[in-house]
């Protein structure tokens, strides 16, 4: 192999890796553009899904308040019932107050 050869085969391979570096490079910032998509749109999807938790979480618990009130309500109408029956008192009129309310309800399981 003469020195004009090895010149040219060494041009040729400076030729490639200088191609292959800016393919490698190009890569690199395409990668990084997409990853950073990637991580705005993951970031959107976990914003998106906190919201709903937050709005589940508020349902819940006014659903959860809700019966509670119910509880207390149908407590009330039977420590009403209660004392007036231990009293022997005749008078309904306290108990049925609390009875309309436990009629509005949704749940039967609070009417007691």
Do not use: W
């Not at 997409?34 to 618990?61: C, I, K, N, P, T």
């Amino acid at each position: 192999m003469d020195q004009e050869s090895l010149a040219q085969i060494q041009q040729i391979v400076g030729a490639s890796t200088e191609s292959l570096r800016a393919e490698i490079a190009d890569s690199k910032r395409h990668t990084g553009v997409l990853s950073e998509a990637l991580r705005h749109e993951l970031q959107l999807v976990a914003e998106g899904f906190q919201m709903h938790l937050d709005r589940r979480h508020a349902d819940d618990r006014a659903h959860l308040d809700e019966q509670f009130r119910e509880v207390v309500r149908s407590f009330s109408f039977i420590t009403v019932r209660y004392k007036n029956e231990s009293n022997g008192s005749n008078n309904e009129s306290a108990p049925l107050r609390n009875t309309s309310a436990c009629q509005r309800s949704n749940s039967p399981n609070f009417c007691f």
